[in-house]
């Protein structure tokens, strides 16, 4: 933060932040609208964006197949059960999981914090149904 957003406020047009959580990400904006008034430009000058991982199940039994799935990428936590699994995702990788009304209300929350696109990294390459389904059940209400 120290050096990135000061050269956002000179030179960039978008600021991507990578899994922040809300608050984190409203400070973080409200700092760069700082830099920016403070170069001479607006605070709508730069777009606010953020990566984030998404972890999607239309349904219980499904987040849980993908939850396992995952575990690949956390290895120490495959022995845990599926609802400390998720948990630990969001709040110690910060990742969008969940089923929809749960992923929705995650979006949500980023977007109050002033988060104007969102770029969701979909790992499992294979799953086009489950991210035919996230599309379905998710972007239309985002």
């Known amino acids: 933060m120290r050096r990135t957003l000061p050269l956002v406020a000179r030179y960039a047009d978008i600021w991507n ?17 700082e830099l920016l008034q403070a170069a001479g430009r607006t605070p709508g000058a730069v777009r606010r964006t953020m990566m984030v991982l998404g ?19 956390a ?9 400390a699994q998720i948990e630990r995702w969001r709040k110690e990788r910060l990742a969008l999981i969940g ?18 696109e969102l770029m969701v990294q979909w790992l499992d390459m294979d799953d086009l149904a489950g991210l035919e389904a996230f599309a379905a059940a998710v972007l239309p209400a985002a």
Do not use: C, K, N
Request: a negative charge; zero cysteines.
């Open 75 to 83: 290895p120490d936590w495959a022995g845990q059960a599926v609802d």
């Open 17 to 33: 932040a990578i899994a922040l959580e809300p608050d984190a990400f409203r400070e973080r904006t409200a700092a760069l609208d």
């Open 99 to 116: 089923t929809p009304a749960e992923v929705r209300e995650q979006i949500a929350a980023l977007g109050a914090a002033g988060v104007e």
């Open 55 to 73: 972890i999607f199940g239309a349904d219980p039994a499904t987040l849980t197949e993908r939850v396992r799935w995952y575990s690949r990428f």
